[in-house]
C-alpha cells in the first residue's frame, strides 16, 4: 500500500485481483440454448456420446466388401474371384452377401451384412459380373467398426470448457439439438455526474454527453456478456443508493461510471459501503486511480472513473477477473492465439502441399495427432491447435520449435499466473 | 499447377487467394443501425465531428477562474486580492463576475463569463468572501478552449474502420445515434449427401447427421456475419442447381459441403459451372485439396469438403480473404493481438505504478501520445494501441523494443502480403 495525494492508500493490481478472487460472489446459473446459439459460451455439463460413433461399421475406403477368409492366398498370379452382388452407396442402407461375395461400396457406406473387411479399389478389378481381387484382407481391413471413435456414454466434452465451432458440430453428430450452458452474466451499468446528458438530449453550456456508458455496453459484449444501460444518476446520495440497488437485484455485475475520485461530489464507494463491502478503494495503475471494487448481497461491483481512458483501463485489467470468479472458469489463452512450441513427434509433409496438423498444446509442448482412418470425432475434440507445414518444406522434425495456431481457448479452473490478459502481460 | 490423382490440376494457396482477390464480386450494402449495435463493424462514411470539442470553453483544473490581468505581478508574499462572487460545479451554466471577481471551478466546469483563465487550487487561499491569488496566469491558462480537441466538421472516423468500443464513446460523445456501417454479409450454408440426416431425425444405419453445417453457422458467426442454413440437399444435378440458384439470390456469400470430389457423385462443381463460373477446383492443401471456388451473378460460392477437418480448413483459409474482397477491408492484425515495436520517444512512469501509457502503432514502431490536459478525444481515435510498464520500472526508453497490445484492429485496403491471416502465417 502506498499513501498518496486524495487516497489514504492505494492497492497493487496483484492485492486488487487477489482480493477479487478471494471475494464472496454467487455463481451464475445455467440454461439450455440451441446449439448453433452455445457458441463461445461455457459448457455448463459434462457432455457424454449418445450412441456409438460410428454408430454402424463402415467402409474406410472405396472398393470392395468382401468376406476377408474368401482373399486369403489371393495374389496378381492368382486373383480370388468373387461374385458382383450389388452396391451399397453412402447414405444407403447395407445389403446382404454370402461367402463368395462382394459388393461394391464407398468411403463411408455401410458395411453390406456377411462382410467383414474391404479390398481398395486399387487391388481389384470388375469383369461384368465377377470381381478379381490381387490382395488378401485380414477381418476388419478397412473397416472403421461400430464404436471404434467413440463409444455410447462416453465423455466428449467436459464442463467448463468454451464451445467453438467444431465442438457444435461434434454436439449434431451426437444428436444433441440443446445444450446447458452457463448463463450469459447480465451486466447493468450506471453512469453517474450532474454534467451527464443522455445521447439525444439537446447540448447545454457546461454538460457533456454521457458517453462512457457507451463504450462500456461494446466492451461487455465484446466479453460474452449481456450488457443493460442503466442511464444517468445524479451525485446524490438517496438516487445513488436506489440506483445500485436496483442494479444490484436486476444484474449479475454492476458497473458505475464516474464518482470514485475524493472530491465532495465523488459518492459513489461511500454509497456501497453503506449497502455492502468496498473491497478497495484506489489502485496503483495510471491512468484509472480512482477504481474502486465492492460487493453487494454476494454480486460485484466495479466503479470505475470518469475519465474515458481510465474507465477503460480500469475495465480491461478488471473485468476478466470479475467473470472468470464468477463462472469459474479463466481463459489462459485465446482461440486465434500464436503460439510457439516444441514437437513431440516429427511430422511429415508432402512438398508443395501446404499441410494443416492438428496437435494437442500443452505447457509449451506439441503432440501431433494421429488421424488416419478413424477417431475423427476424438481427435477433433482433442486437438487445440493447428501447425502449418509451409509447402517448401517436407515436414517438421521432433524437437523442433513450430507456430501453432490455437484453435479454442485455453482455460483453467486452476490457479494460473496474473498474466494471463493482454492487460496484465507485464 | 501440380498434376495428382484425381485432380487434373490444383491451385497453390498463393494463385487460390489470388483467383479470388481479382474475381468480380459485387460489393456489400450499408445500413443505419443504433451506435451500440455498431461495435465490430465497418464503418461505411467518414464521421465528422457535428460540434466543436469541448463544445464551451471549461476549466482544465480545479481551481478559481479569474480575469488573468488581475493576477499579473501577485506573489506569496504580494497575493492579488479578488472577491470571491460564486462556484460553477460541473455540469451547472456559467455564472458572470467583472474584473476584480474570482469563481470556484472543478476540471471540466464552464468558465464563468467574463473569466479568461484558472488559478490552480494550490495557489490560491480562500479567506470568506475574498480570495488571495499567489501565482499571476497567463490568459486562456488551465483553461480548454471551445473546439481546441475536434473542430465542427472535422473527420474524427474514417470509412472503412473496423469500429471499437472507444469509438462507440466518441459517436456517443459527438451526438451520433445512429451510424452508417456496411452490411452484415448473409452467408447461406448448403449441405449436400444422400448420407445426411437432419438433427433431430432418427438415426438409420448407413447415415449421419449432417454437423458440418452447425460448425461453420459458428464459424460464420466469428467472422461478424450473418449465418443461415439451407438445409440438406440430395447429390442430384438439378436438386443442387434449385438449391444453389436460391442461395445465391438470397445469400451475399453461399457455402456448399460435400461433393467436390471427382466422384461420380460429386456434382457441385459440375453445377456451379452450368449456372456460373468455376476460378478453380482442387488447391495444393491438405486436408481440403478437394476445395473449389466460383462466381455466379457476381456473388462468391466456396465449395468446401464434406470430411469435417477438410472443411473447417478449406473455410478458415479462404473465406477472410472472400470477406476482404467484399467489404474491401482486409484486417492485418486483430485488436488484442500484442506485437513488439520501438518506441519514437521515451516514457516516463513513476515507480510502483503501473502505467498505461496509448501509442500508435505502425510498421514496427510505437509513438506515445501526448494526452496532457485536453486533446482526449483525438488521442482515443489516433492510438491503436497500449504500452504497459510495470511497477517495477520508471519508463521506457526512446529505442526500447515493448510490447504493445492492440486496441483496434489494424486494416488496410490496400494490398498487403498474404500473411494476414493466422492460418497462413507461414
Known sequence: MVRMRGFK????????????????????????????????????????????????????????????????????????????????????????????????????????????????????????????????????????KRGEDVKAGDIVLKRGEILQPQDIGILASLGYERIKVLRKPKVVIISTGNELLKLGEELEVGKVVDSNSYMLFCAVRFYGCEPMLYGIVKDRFEDLRNAIEEAIEIGDIVITIGGTSVGKRDLVPEVVKSVGRIMFHGISIKPGMPTAFGVIDGKPILMLSGFPVACLVGFEL????????????????????????????????????????????????????????????????????IVVIPECKEGFEEGEVVDVVLIRDIVSSEDVPLSDHPYQRL
Do not use: W
Open 9 to 144: 492508500e492505494r492497492a497493487s493490481v496483484q492485492d486488487a485481483v487477489r482480493s477479487i478472487e478471494r471475494s464472496n460472489l454467487r455463481r451464475l446459473g445455467c440454461e439450455f440454448v440451441d446449439i448453433v446459439d452455445a457458441c463461445g459460451r461455457i459448457l455448463a455439463e459434462d457432455v457424454t456420446a449418445r450412441y456409438d460413433v460410428p454408430h454402424f461399421d463402415r467402409s474406410a475406403v472405396d472398393g470392395y466388401a468382401v468376406f476377408a477368409e474368401d482373399t486369403f492366398g489371393a495374389s496378381q498370379n492368382n486373383p480370388a474371384i468373387l461374385k458382383l452382388v450389388g452396391e451399397v452407396e453412402m447414405g444407403e442402407k447395407p445389403v446382404e452377401m454370402g461367402k463368395g461375395g462382394a459388393v461394391k461400396v464407398s468411403t463411408g457406406s455401410a458395411l453390406p451384412k456377411g462382410a467383414n473387411a474391404v479390398v481398395m479399389l486399387e487391388y481389384a478389378k470388375e469383369l461384368d459380373s465377377f470381381v478379381e481381387i490381387y490382395r488378401p484382407v485380414a477381418p476388419f481391413e478397412n473397416v472403421s
Open 318 to 385: 478488471l473485468f476478466p477477473h470479475i467473470l472468470s470468479k464468477l463462472t469459474g472458469v479463466r481463459i489462459v489463452k485465446r482461440r486465434g492465439e500464436v503460439v510457439k512450441a516444441k514437437l513431440k513427434r516429427r511430422i511429415p509433409s508432402k512438398a508443395g502441399v501446404r499441410t494443416f496438423v492438428r496437435v494437442t498444446y500443452k505447457d509449451g509442448f506439441a503432440e501431433p495427432l494421429m488421424t488416419s482412418g478413424s477417431g475423427i470425432l476424438t481427435s477433433t475434440i482433442k486437438a487445440n491447435g
